[in-house]
C-alpha cells in the first residue's frame, strides 16, 4: 500500500512556523510539517498568522501532498520536513 492521505486534518505549530498533517503507509502514521516559507513560495503576500498560513495550506493541499509523496520513503523514518 502506498502513501494515503485519508484525514484532512492540519493544524498549524506557531513555535516551529509550520503547518502539521499527517499520512499513513497501512497503519503507520507519517508527520509531514511544511515550513512557511514553502507556503509563501506557493501563495506569494500570505500573513503571518494562523489563519492565512493554514489557508495558503489548504490552497495547495494537492500540490504539496504531491510533494509529500515524492519525499517520502517506506522505512524507519516517521517524520518529513517539506521546505
Known amino acids: 500500500m502506498a502513501l494515503q492521505f485519508p484525514n484532512p486534518s492540519r493544524s498549524y505549530d506557531a513555535s516551529r512556523h509550520c503547518v502539521c498533517f499527517w499520512g499513513y503507509d497501512n497503519s503507520?502514521?507519517?508527520?509531514?510539517?511544511v515550513d512557511e516559507a514553502m507556503l509563501r513560495n506557493l501563495q506569494?503576500?500570505?500573513e503571518s498568522n494562523e489563519r492565512s498560513i493554514l489557508g495558503a495550506f489548504d490552497q495547495g493541499r494537492e500540490k504539496i501532498l504531491e510533494i509529500a509523496k515524492k519525499l517520502y520513503v517506506s522505512g524507519p523514518q516517521n517524520r518529513y520536513s517539506i521546505s
Open 28 to 33: 503507520r502514521e507519517i508527520t509531514f510539517l
Open 44 to 46: 506569494p503576500g500570505v
